[in-house]
């Protein structure tokens, strides 16, 4: 049986065989139907700026970058040049898999994005066919070399940095096998029907939750506060015995 061996040298030239292009085209359809519903000022796509995965977003600025010569906006993922809570969406397609510090990105894209901002991950599932094919061949070439991470762990990081997911997909149900490429329909109906935890694909939306700061005013008992308020007098207003005296007085010298 022929395998899907791969010499490529970049995710983005692997897309371009027929085992990538299989894949892309899920991950096209799927960040175009998420990324249509997402509002704000700014996005980002970090990585593969080849591919145009905000292309349907209705966000005005839009932009991608990576640390590649050519790339619109060349930049270390792990050190973004960008404000602190500047970005309202950001891209992360296989990004986490293929970088030796994945933490570091997640720390900076949640610096960067603002309160209820988006952050949509894509990554290859080792829980999969597309795994255990990874598992059984040297790791060489794209997409073998990368570190598939499992998806519990990446929930488990994204919640320490605050991030809440609000929706998680899996796609490409089909062996990475040439032969099994020409009959997806069957497979990935089936796929999605009887294992849908098992796609050679996830997507990951998560949103940034910041707690806000509710403040608690005591109760305050009125009778026992009336108590406690001073009983002086006020020097300025007179008491009301002394304005009936002065009345007297002065209806006395009328008299005379």
Same mark, same amino acid.
């Given at each position: 049986m022929t395998d899907c061996k791969s010499t490529a040298r970049s995710l983005s030239e692997w897309f371009a065989t027929t085992p990538g292009g299989y894949v892309l085209d899920y991950e096209q359809a799927w960040f175009d139907r998420s990324v249509n519903d997402i509002f704000g000022y700014n996005a980002? *796509? /970090?990585?593969?700026?080849?591919?145009?995965?905000?292309?349907?977003?209705?966000?005005?600025?839009? !932009?991608?970058?990576? $640390?590649?010569?050519? #790339?619109? /906006?060349?930049l270390c993922a792990d050190e973004l040049p960008i404000a602190c809570g500047s970005l309202d969406l950001v891209l992360l397609p296989h990004m986490l898999e293929f970088? #030796?510090?994945?933490? #570091?990105?997640?720390? +900076?894209? +949640?610096r960067v994005?603002?309160? +209820?901002?988006?952050? =949509?991950?894509?990554? !290859?599932?080792?829980?999969?066919?597309w795994g255990l094919h990874r598992t059984m061949v040297?790791? *060489?070439?794209?997409?073998?070399?990368g570190h598939f991470i499992?998806?519990?762990?990446?929930?488990?990081?994204l919640s320490l940095l605050g991030f809440e997911v609000a929706e998680i997909s899996f796609d490409a149900y089909a062996p990475p096998f040439q032969q099994w490429l020409s009959r997806t329909d069957l497979i990935e109906s089936a796929g999605k029907r009887w294992w849908p935890a098992?796609?050679?694909?996830? !997507?990951?939306?998560? =949103?940034?939750?910041?707690p806000g700061m509710r403040l608690l005013k005591p109760s305050w008992n009125a009778g026992l506060v009336k108590k406690l308020l001073p009983v002086a007098p006020k020097l300025n207003?007179? *008491?009301?015995?002394?304005?009936?005296?002065?009345? =007297?007085?002065?209806?006395?010298? $009328?008299? +005379?």
């Open positions: 980002l *796509q /970090l990585g593969l700026s080849g591919h145009d995965f905000l292309r349907n977003s209705r966000i005005p600025l839009r !932009f991608s970058g990576e $640390d590649k010569t050519g #790339a619109a /906006l060349r970088s #030796a510090q994945p933490h #570091a990105i997640l720390r +900076e894209v +949640e994005l603002r309160a +209820e901002g988006s952050l =949509i991950i894509s990554g !290859f599932n080792p829980h999969s066919l040297r790791r *060489q070439g794209y997409p073998w070399c499992a998806l519990h762990r990446l929930r488990d990081w098992s796609g050679g694909v996830y !997507f990951v939306h998560a =949103i940034k939750r910041v207003n007179p *008491q009301r015995g002394d304005t009936a005296n002065r009345d =007297i007085n002065l209806n006395r010298l $009328d008299h +005379e």
